[in-house]
T-cell receptor, first 113, second 115 residues
Framework: QKEVEQNSGPLSVPEGAIASLNCTYS??????FFWYRQYSGKSPELIMS????GDKEDGRFTAQLNKASQYVSLLIRDSQPSDSATYLC?????????????FGSGTRLLVRP | GAGVSQSPSNKVTEKGKDVELRCDPI?????LYWYRQSLGQGLEFLIY????????KSGLPSDRFSAERTGGSVSTLTIQRTQQEDSAVYLC?????????????FGSGTRLTVV
């Protein structure tokens, strides 16, 4: 089992729709969770972090965390073509003194005009 | 600096040559990480620095890879006797401090091509 798993996609949604991106992680001890956006040919950009169960909203983005199910998701409301990118879920390895982030392989999102 | 700066942005080298990649983190960030991303692949951790120390080198793929950080700031990743499988984008990231709950800011990366 991979430490951080994401569906590779592509997830295709029409402009204006809600895009739902999902991530599962294997280590119950993880306490912080991050979403990065990576445009083709660019480096990852941190867009959301979440630490507590429930929802966290920032503009059109909502991160959802369910530690019991070891599941974190990212919702993008009113999707725009400019949201087309690969979205990476990242989780630190809790027993690791470096707290280095373990990244999922990413979900490619395509927003159709 | 305002962001994480990496140089060069692109490097083409011949197999067997040594290369040095540079990273200048955000001012005041004590934690620095190197990752690499091969074409179509995920991000692979290489090494973590806290200050000038490297408590986690577990991701370095072979003894051809080494890194150092000086003055708690600039870091250099050195690859000796490069091989074609070393071709990848090498990404540096910094964080205010190492530890749970701190996300990274990535630099724009160095694209290394070994021919």
């Amino acid at each position: 089992q991979k430490e951080v798993e994401q569906n590779s996609g592509p997830l295709s949604v029409p402009e204006g729709a809600i895009a739902s991106l999902n991530c599962t992680y294997s280590d119950r001890g993880s306490q912080s969770f991050f979403w990065y956006r990576q445009y083709s040919g660019k480096s990852p950009e941190l867009i959301m972090s979440i630490y507590s169960n429930g929802d966290k909203e920032d503009g059109r983005f909502t991160a959802q965390l369910n530690k019991a199910s070891q599941y974190v998701s990212l919702l993008i409301r009113d999707s725009q073509p400019s949201d087309s990118a690969t979205y990476l879920c990242a989780v630190p390895r809790p027993m690791d003194s470096s707290y280095k982030l373990i990244f999922g392989s990413g979900t490619r999102l395509l927003v159709r005009p | 600096g305002a962001g994480v700066s990496q140089s060069p942005s692109n490097k083409v080298t011949e197999k067997g040559k040594d290369v040095e990649l540079r990273c200048d983190p955000i001012s005041g960030h004590t934690a620095l990480y190197w990752y690499r991303q091969s074409l179509g692949q995920g991000l692979e951790f290489l090494i973590y620095f806290q200050g000038n120390s490297a408590p986690d080198k577990s991701g370095l793929p072979s003894d051809r890879f080494s890194a150092e950080r000086t003055g708690g700031s600039v870091s250099t990743l050195t690859i000796q006797r490069t091989q074609q499988e070393d071709s990848a984008v090498y990404l540096c990231a910094s964080s205010q401090r190492g530890g749970e709950g701190y996300g990274y800011t990535f630099g724009s990366g160095t694209r290394l091509t070994v021919v």
